[in-house]
């Protein structure tokens, strides 16, 4: 589903979802993303449709793209819950941004609502709420501006992380 935007307000709608969980993941992997380069040898994607499959989250807006953010999927009550399905936790802080961003997003556009992340594999889910985040998500959205416009990647810092990462080549070898 596509919700198409009719009036763009300035600047924090321009970054995508995907861009702030890579921020605290490793910004030399945002600046490539940022760039066109997608090298993600396993879609998290592949996830999501299993678990939404399991889960027969039949009549849910799912996989829903408000201009710049695509969310995993939405669930409508009193309080409109914006979903995220992931793998892990290694990542939690990556996604904890992500869904902050997303309620930002949101909020910028007059819509008040909470995250959930779904760990399928897990059994977990974390509710995420944006009230004393707000400036946190500023400084991020600052702060993946200022590496998407760097004409070189940042230099890669070597971690764990790197084990699994799909730009590790174009890193380190
Ligand atoms: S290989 Fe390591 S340094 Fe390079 S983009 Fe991936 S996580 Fe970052």
Redesign the pocket.
Known sequence: MVIKMETYPENVLLIRGTEINYLF?????LW?FSKGITMEQESEYVDLGKFLHERSYFGEEKEVQIGSIKIDFIKRGNTIEVHEVKKGKSMEKAHEMQALYYLYYLKVLGIRAKAILNYPKLRETKEIILDGHEEEVEEAINEAERIKSLSA?PS????R??KK????D???V
């Open positions: 993941i490793c910004p030399t992997k490539y990647p890669p810092v070597k971690s992380k790197c990462c799909a730009y590790y174009l890193c380190w």
